[in-house]
């Protein structure tokens, strides 16, 4: 029987278990955490994107007369702003006292956020409330950075796939289940449900998840002693230009999608809208695991270039697409490929960034995350309201693409670093000798 330590809430969970099911072997701990996170960060997501199909007629409930497309842009920004600053500094408070601290610390902050959401009566009320849930957020990259660190090595990349492709899976359910509670119930109430959601996955997280390895940093260091060895690394700083591109080209539109629909159907559903919203979900569950796999055989960064050309090229094309169906086809295909882009980046630093520095990289890699989510919409959202919505997605996928252009010189500059200190490696113990 494999024996697990019984610490904290999750000690009483297993005792539970072990005196009912006596004699049947447990899973591995590491094992459990990735069957609960994963569901977890299933639920999380799929409270996070309730809100997404109805985000901008939710805006337009609350004042008609107000500039809904930039209104949407600033509220759904504002979430990435306050946290490009936090989460470096929980990223680094996790590699010192755990990281499930973190995840319920922002496991029971985020209700209150949501009740703030189905309360507030004015457009800048909601901006405020995505301002205080940038600050409290790490829910999902605290699940998936517990996940990478008390993993085996061998085990690690496939864990997170799998913990990726949970957070896609809520990304696709939750915009159906929010346009579906929507219309039933209305906005704030489905609100409300995605604060219960929460509540329900911090609880068991709680009870339990097991971390067994919470490995401090040998000493104290600053953020500016952090970003000085991410600026030695050869690999980390073309991981963040990566995470920041990647969201970049999955966050621009996100805002503005629901009013694009509109503009292409004008009588379309919060259902229809909700299940296009979906779609990019779909192609991400499948495909999220097969990309892993490939990466694992020619390289996360050649899996990475991959994605993002398809990914690249589909929201280029979206803008030329004349109906709902053509359109909900090629999100569809922008979403099997841009499944290469979120696990190839996580693989990167679970494969290539020392243990003890691992949780700080997982912090810059969420402020990455979050320049990405914050620059793309106000961007998109400029671009939508001068030239017209369509356009937006044409300028995300033009800046995406030249993004790729870079990045893959600079992962062939890395590649030709680390040959050559191989071979100098090589040189060295051929002269020991």
Not at 308 to 315: F, P, T
Request: aromatic share 12%; charged share 15%.
């Amino acid at each position: 029987m494999i024996i697990v330590d019984r610490q904290g809430l999750s000690g009483l969970f297993s005792k539970y278990i072990d005196k009912n099911i006596k004699g049947v072997p447990l899973l591995p701990y590491y094992k459990r955490n990735l069957i609960i996170l994963s569901i977890s960060i299933f639920l999380t997501a799929c409270s996070w994107n309730q809100i997404s199909p109805f985000l901008g007629f939710y805006i337009e409930s609350m004042d008609p007369t107000a500039n809904v497309a930039l209104w949407s842009s600033m509220a759904f920004a504002a979430h990435f702003v306050s946290a490009f600053f936090a989460q470096p500094l929980w990223g680094k408070l996790g590699d010192r006292v755990g990281r499930k601290p973190m995840i319920m610390r922002a496991g029971f902050g985020l209700p209150v956020i949501y009740l703030g959401f189905a309360l507030s009566t004015k457009p800048w009320h909601l901006a405020a409330w995505r301002f205080a849930n940038g600050i409290l957020t790490g829910f999902i990259p605290g699940s998936i950075t517990l996940i990478a660190t008390n993993t085996p090595e061998t085990a690690a990349a496939r864990a997170i796939a799998i913990a990726q492709s949970a957070n896609a899976a809520g990304t696709m359910v939750g915009p159906v289940l929010g346009g579906v509670l929507a219309g039933i119930f209305g906005y704030r109430l489905s609100m409300k449900v995605s604060a219960l959601i929460l509540l329900a996955s911090t609880l068991a997280v709680g009870f339990l998840v097991k971390e067994r390895k919470t490995a401090a940093p040998p000493e104290k260091s600053t953020v500016t002693d952090d970003l000085k060895i991410v600026f030695k690394s050869p690999v980390l700083p073309v991981v963040l230009f990566a995470i920041l591109i990647t969201n970049i080209l999955t966050l621009s539109m996100t805002p503005l999608l629901t009013l694009y629909l509109r503009e292409l159907e004008p009588a379309v559903s919060g259902m229809a809208s909700g299940i296009i919203f979906s779609l990019p979900g779909i192609g991400f569950v499948l495909a999220a695991y097969r990309w892993t796999a490939l990466g694992e055989k020619i390289g996360f960064e050649q899996a990475f270039m991959f994605g993002l050309a398809g990914a690249g090229i589909s929201m280029t094309a979206l803008t030329f697409l004349p109906n709902l169906w053509s359109f909900g086809g090629g999100y569809f295909m922008y979403g099997c490929f841009a499944a290469a882009l979120a696990p190839a980046t996580a693989c990167l630093i679970a494969t290539e960034v020392p243990e003890d520095f691992r949780g700080r990289a997982y912090g810059l890699q969420q402020s990455a995350s979050m320049l990405g989510g914050l620059v793309g919409p106000l961007l998109a959202g400029w671009v939508g309201d001068i030239m017209g919505l369509s356009r937006a997605f044409l300028f995300t996928g033009i800046v995406s693409l030249a993004g790729g252009f870079y990045l893959a010189r600079q992962f062939q500059n890395i590649k030709f670093k680390v040959d050559a200190e191989k071979t100098k490696e090589t040189d060295r113990y051929v002269i020991s000798r």
